[in-house]
């Protein structure tokens, strides 16, 4: 007991100055032996509250589980406690110590203070016990060597220590270990990891200021685990792979690839637009086709082989009437066979427009040479031509397309070009065969023929179509005044 003057404002903390010795009374003496007090459980001292007299030491005995430059921890089957040291304590953990020490309440946490340290006969193990984060007050493991799982948020050194961030469920906590007890293997962001360490229920710093910007705030958490070495973080698994980043990613390539897709679509919808077109303009154009062969057809067998057959008619009536007179029916007679011959060639010119004859009797290279021959007298336009045998390199249906398709260039250029000379080259290569059809006349701008298909009619076009069929080439080269040449290669097999 202790009496003198109270004094409050000299210093931070209230002083009681004593005159002399004699202001103070030993009511209890202290043991000879200060570790002969009774041994206490820690758990049963953490259990007290600050209403309890700890005018005296209390014992503990147990197992050093932490300990840093100004405290270490000491554990029993109970629980776990700190113990404040003025200097450097000289335990190490995995020791087994007695400790005499006051008990302290700081805040919320109990604390002893003023120790006396000496090592245990007594054997104290301690096992990590397996913290449930889903507690609603874990609070109890205060101080305890524990041992949990979580994901990692983030790893950053801040000041002394390196700092695991870390996440179970909803709470969000942290794991330190000081730089000077070894580096912390590189961890990518969300891995799991096991955590063992020391449980403590103070405020940690989760994200330490930047310097660029000091007026960050700070993310605290109430739940601490002091780590004692590298070897206290195990890393479970790695980072699962299905992440929002890839989430992300994917969303955005999967969207790229349908617009990419769609952008396609639609161009290919644009082009089969085009195809059904064209498509249907050259049908349009065998439609008028026909019909102008048609037309062409009944316009020959009217006006030229009925009018023929007519007049044959009218003079074997004429004959019948005056058979007598001798000299009247030999000149009938003779009418009759000359228009009779007309006749007969106007049938031969009709049938040859709808199929030539030399083409089943002769073949194709004597039919395409009769085309040529049939041009070249019937018009004031000189033909040259060297036309090579390119019989049997096609079928009959291929031999009628290539046979057209030089049909079809005399014709235009007879009707169209306004040439005095034209050229009919035909050759025969290894596998294939090249037409070269060329005229000196007046010529055209394939562009705007190619806008302006009807220009020529059906022979462009149809050549066109031909060749496409034939899986063959087509070129066209003409210019305005400058005469044009037609190019077409036909590739065949070799039977």
């Known amino acids: 007991c202790a009496r003198g003057v109270l004094m409050t404002t000299l210093l931070d903390q ?48 147990g197992e050093v589980t932490y300990q840093d430059a100004r405290s270490f921890f000491i554990q029993d089957d109970s629980g776990g406690i700190r113990v404040r040291t003025p200097h450097e304590p000289a335990v190490k953990t995995g020791e087994n110590v007695e400790v005499i020490a006051f008990p302290v309440i700081n805040g919320f946490t109990h604390i002893l203070t003023d120790p006396l340290v000496r090592p245990s006969r007594s ?23 524990i041992r949990t799982s979580a994901t990692m948020l983030n790893c950053k050194t801040s000041g002394e220590n390196q700092v695991l961030e870390l996440q179970e469920q909803q709470r969000v906590f942290v794991a330190t270990l000081a730089t000077n ?10 891995s799991r990891l096991q955590i063992t360490g020391i449980y403590v229920n103070e405020p940690a710093t989760l994200l330490s200021p930047d310097k660029k910007s000091p007026s960050a705030p700070q993310f605290m958490a109430s739940l601490n685990v002091l780590l004692r070495s590298q070897k206290d973080v195990k890393i479970l698994n790695g980072p699962p792979w299905w ?68 007049v044959i008619k009218n003079h074997a009536i004429l004959a019948m009437q005056n058979p007598s007179e001798e000299v009247s029916l030999q000149h009938r007679l003779d009418e009759i066979s000359g228009t009779t011959s007309q ?28 085309s040529v021959d049939r041009a070249s007298k019937n018009n004031s336009i000189s033909f040259a031509s060297r036309i090579e045998n390119i019989d049997n390199l096609f079928d009959k249906d291929s031999e009628i397309h290539v046979y057209r398709i030089v049909q079809e ?78 190019s077409v290669e036909i590739p065949f097999t070799i039977q």
Request: charged share 25%; aromatic share 4%; hydrophobic share 40%.
């Open 181 to 190: 007890r070894g580096k912390l293997p590189d961890i990518v962001p969300g």
């Open 343 to 370: 006749a007969i060639d106007e049938v031969r010119r009709i049938t040859h427009g709808l199929r030539p004859y030399q083409l089943d009797r002769l073949g194709l290279t004597q039919a395409i040479r009769a």
């Open 243 to 310: 992440t929002w980043k890839r989430t992300a990613t994917l969303v955005g390539a999967l969207l790229t690839i349908l617009m990419v897709t769609l952008l396609w679509v639609h161009l290919l919808h644009r082009r089969l637009e085009r195809q059904r077109a064209s498509q249907l303009a050259f049908s349009r154009q065998v439609l008028e086709r026909l019909e102008d062969e048609r037309r062409r057809i009944a316009i020959n067998l009217h006006d030229s082989l009925g009018q023929t057959l007519l």
């Open 123 to 145: 054997v104290e193990h301690v096992n990590p016990k397996n913290l449930d984060l889903s507690e609603t007050s874990p609070s109890k493991h205060e101080g305890t060597l």
């Open 409 to 486: 260039a005399i014709t235009n250029i007879v009707k169209h070009s306004a040439a005095t000379e034209a050229t009919v080259v035909i050759k025969k290569h290894a596998t294939l065969v090249s037409l070269s059809i060329r005229d000196n006349g007046q010529g055209f701008d394939p562009e705007k023929q190619v806008l302006q298909p009807h220009d020529l009619g059906y022979g462009l076009s149809g050549i066109a179509e031909r060749v496409r069929i034939l899986k063959g080439t087509l070129a066209i080269d003409s210019k305005p005044g400058e005469g044009t040449s037609l």
């Open 14 to 61: 209230p002083l009681l100055l004593i005159p002399s010795r004699n202001f103070l009374d030993i009511k209890v003496k202290a043991p000879k032996n200060p570790f002969g007090v009774p041994r206490r459980l820690i758990a049963n001292i953490l259990s007290e509250g600050e209403e309890s007299s700890w005018s005296q030491r209390v014992r503990v005995v």
